[in-house]
């Protein structure tokens, strides 16, 4: 019987293992382009909200030796850049975001945070934006032209300065189009600047978890069965 256990398990640990699945990640070794319009971008490319591309406000964010720097310098201001995620072939579940964040140093009612966006109807024709330069007090603008939309997915989360593989989560519903994941520094006074780095993000299946113990249990069921058989 104990033997049994065991190789249940084993069985739990290493399917469970499969079904996390690690759909983007970055270390910042590369450098980014700026769009000419108040955005930078990691390729160069101005996306319709359909590429994996990173924007934000060109003041104060930089992409410089393999970290992701926002650095806010002036009073009431919000100053982010983030990443827009294809969903495509994501089952809904549990989202988890893990970064490393260093050198972190807030000033008056400053913090450094975290904010998922979903985005929807996206195609040639209708589009969405996030403007992260703007006001402390207006946070990120969010836009859309036509029939696309855009909204807040979750809860703001804030991000610890100085510690490594800080989690972020957020439940995706197996149907939004785009996800936008950003992170900003929200300065009123004093200035304050946080350096990111070993961007991952990964989803587990919350049906496919479930329909998994289920089948597990059935099997260790079948198999103390049979031993006592």
Do not use: C
Not at 182 to 203: M, R
Request: no cysteine.
């Amino acid at each position: 019987m104990k033997n049994t256990l065991i190789l249940a398990g084993a069985l739990l640990a290493s399917t469970l293992a499969a079904q996390a699945s690690i759909v983007y990640s970055t270390d910042f070794a590369d450098g980014y382009t700026s769009s000419g319009s108040g955005a930078l971008f990691l390729g160069g490319a101005t996306p319709n909200v359909s590429a994996t591309n990173w924007f934000g406000s060109t003041n104060g964010v930089s992409i410089l030796d393999g970290d992701l720097t926002l650095a806010n310098t002036s009073d009431n201001r919000f100053r982010g850049a983030g990443v827009w995620l294809d969903t495509t072939g994501w089952a809904n579940g549990l989202v988890t975001v893990e970064i490393d964040a260093a050198n972190f140093t807030a000033g008056t009612d400053s913090k450094a945070i975290f904010q998922a966006y979903a985005a929807n109807g996206v195609d040639a024709s209708n589009s969405v934006s996030l403007d992260l330069h703007g006001s402390a007090s207006a946070g990120a603008l969010l836009t859309n032209t036509g029939s696309a939309t855009i909204g807040v997915l979750g809860a703001e989360q804030t991000i610890v300065g100085n510690g490594t593989d800080i989690p972020f989560t957020f439940t995706f519903n197996g149907s939004d189009q785009f996800i936008g994941l950003v992170f900003a520094n929200v300065n009123i006074t004093g200035g304050s600047t946080v350096d990111i780095d070993n961007l991952t993000v990964t989803t587990v299946p919350e049906s496919g978890t479930y329909a998994l113990l289920a089948g597990l249990t059935g099997l260790v069921s079948v198999m103390l069965r049979r031993r006592r058989s």
